[in-house]
């Protein structure tokens, strides 16, 4: 138990799974407060039972603007301010080639990627303004940096994601407010598996399915995991980061630090998913 966010407050949106759920294990361990806001009730109410006074879930659509005023509102209420903002949920939104993609799962992809993170600004951004302190943190994704690492609405949002971090960071600077993103790589998290409506169990185990295959995406050879990103997130919302504003921060195991050899033929996402398919359905 260490104490690098005693006394904060932080909420974290798509705080019941992956990396989320991995931040709000390392941010109670470190002293903060911790308001949960996420779409999986059953989840956030298992939470609250294990995790004691320290934690609170609030029931959020992060592309519901009256969700997230209700996330920020909820957690002013019961713990009387706002640290840290951490717009984190996501999923791997609308696939398909660009001729044939979905107009509505377009609008709700951007809804819940970039709308989603929007919000969680502009309801924080005020009562951080009051307190004169605050550290909004947002997840991107190496897919937001380079081409290729995802789908095309997803990748689209999560640059606007990364860019927002600094624009915002423009703004807020003289409020005391700082902003930055998170670029993770591969993290062994149920999110693979959001596209195959598998439920909340087997998309668990999904993860682990996928973690000696995200071993072989970059030079360091294992899969990420939420803790990775968790750190990453605790050193942005802890006092250790005052200075750092602005900033796109990669954790990808240096994945994007430039192309391996052999790396052509180390995921195959859809083999990947067809074989644990193959596996669930006969176990
Ligand atoms: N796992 C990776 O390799 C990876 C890589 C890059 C970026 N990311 C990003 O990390 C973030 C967390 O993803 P993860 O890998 O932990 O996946 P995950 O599926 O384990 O967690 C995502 C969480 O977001 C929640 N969520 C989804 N839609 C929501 C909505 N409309 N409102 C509120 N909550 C919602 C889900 O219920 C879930 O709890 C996402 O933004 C994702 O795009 C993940």
Known sequence: MGERLKDK????????????RGTVDLFLAEGAKVVVGDVQEHRGEEMTLTLGDNFSYCQTDVSQEADVKNLVDHTVEKFGRVDC?????????????????????????????????????KYAVPVMKKQGSGSIISTASVAGLQAGFGPQVYSACKAA??????????????????????????????????ALELGANAADEFAEFMKPRLA????????????????????????????????????????????????????????????????????
């Open 9 to 20: 407050v932080a909420v974290i949106t798509g705080g019941t799974s992956g990396i989320g």
């Open 85 to 121: 903002m951490f717009n984190n949920a996501g999923f791997g939104g609308v696939g398909g080639q660009l001729d044939e993609i979905d107009m509505d799962g377009f609008d709700t992809s951007v809804g819940v990627l970039l709308k989603g993170v929007f919000l969680g600004y």
């Open 161 to 194: 994601v990364a860019h927002l971090a600094k624009t915002a960071a423009l703004e807020l600077g003289e409020f005391n407010i700082r902003s930055n993103a998170i670029c993770p790589g591969g993290i062994a998290t149920p999110i693979f598996a959001s």
């Open 216 to 283: 072989k995406l970059q030079p360091v050879a294992r899969s990420g995991v939420p803790n990775d990103i968790a750190e990453m997130a605790l050193f942005l919302a802890s006092d250790a980061s005052t200075f750092v504003t602005g900033q796109i921060i990669a954790v990808d195991g240096g994945l994007t630090a430039g192309r391996m050899r052999g790396l052509s033929d180390a995921v195959n996402f859809e083999e990947t998913i067809n074989e644990f398919l193959s596996t669930h359905q006969s176990s």
